[in-house]
């Protein structure tokens, strides 16, 4: 049976004139169709406050996968909002860091992407650049491309000694950008595994090497660069898949 690869969502609010306000649960087609494509079962995992659902949800998988989406509250490290704070979403912050916390418990392999990433840090205890251009200690380069999403935009640098260079096969990459926050002070038991050329962080991972996190977006690069797909390739079929058979 396909390992199968739980997927937090994200509230949707929109205004009609028939509904008023209303709020959907949505999770990115190209997301479920890189799990699918790799060899997964896409779990999507609705945003539930009671912890004993989340942990029959997280019981379910063989792996968790934390998609890009809103900034990340500044509560939640400690800071008050900078003035470039976008929206965020508290309610989803709590929801995916409990989902992450029930995963390090269980050593379950876990993939964050974009905000994925920056919430992996933070339930881990580290701190965000809450607007690169405004906080940032150094000139930046540009980390919100303005046009095709399916396009590397800038090189990343991988860490030779990394599990993302074993898995990506080089130590020059490069990528498409869309985030204006990044990981600044690290969280526990996590190093860096890829930079910028402005030294911002682009991927982290786990000491034990359950836990990747990436900047970039993979899933709208797996039909034109093979070592994207090798990410999604790498996290089912070897990391999932050795955590469904030592379940």
Known sequence: MA???GISGAYLVFTSELFHSSESYRINKSYLEAVKEN??????????????HLKTYIDMCDALLIPGGAD???MYFDEDPHQKLGVVQPDMDKYEIALLNLA???KMPVLGI??????????????LYQDISATYEKESILHQQRYRT??????????KNSLL???????????NTMHHQ???ALGKDLVVSAVAPDGIIEAIESTDKTVIGVQWHPELLIHTQSEMNNLFKHFIQKMAMDYKKSK
């Not at 260079?165 to 990528?175: A, C, K, P, Q």
């Open 114 to 127: 974009c905000r994925g990433e920056q919430v992996i840090n933070v339930a881990k205890g580290g701190t």
């Open 165 to 175: 260079y074993e898995i990506l096969g080089s130590e020059d990459v490069r990528t």
């Open 72 to 74: 990340v509250d500044p």
């Open 182 to 184: 990044s990981v600044k």
């Open 104 to 106: 390090f418990e269980r």
């Open 3 to 5: 390992p199968i690869i």
């Open 39 to 52: 060899g997964g079962l896409p779990l999507p995992i609705p945003i539930l406050e009671d912890p004993e």
């Open 150 to 159: 399916n396009i590397a935009l800038h090189k990343i640098k991988v860490e």
